[in-house]
């Protein structure tokens, strides 16, 4: 993709996308991480150009139903490994999630994929200090998200 297609991604992210670290309960003493990246918007056209040149997928809320009032809303979603190369491709065009970015890729090249506590598919658990890291880096996206709020609304 040519550096053009690859800065406008970039700035879509910025200003309409999330890149997070998501966390789900998966039993009462283990939660698990898994690391996304989404856009949401009223008009298909740009979900569904990041489909096409990113992969992931695209759903549709159909708030029209809800209330005639509203537009539907269009997400592109792609998660796990797949985030990497599109991240690691638009990194240098980003400007306000670039640390975002940067934690994300982070995350994801570290991340081991064990079992779980009790193992699972035959793999085994993963560790105690393993799910730490994956909860640091969890609060540190917040916190990076935060600080963005914070500072965009100065």
Known sequence: MNKIKLAYAAGIIDGEGNIGIVKRRWSKRYDKYHLQVRVAMCDKEIPEWFLLHFGGSVSTSCRS????KNRDLYTWQISHRKCIPMLQSILPYLICKKSQAELAIQFQDT?????????QKGRPAKPDSELAIEEER??????????SHSSNNR
């Open 138 to 147: 969890y609060l540190l996206m917040r916190q990076l998200k935060n600080n």
């Open 65 to 68: 139903k809800i209330n005639p």
């Open 111 to 119: 991340k081991h994929y064990g079992g779980g506590i009790r193992g």
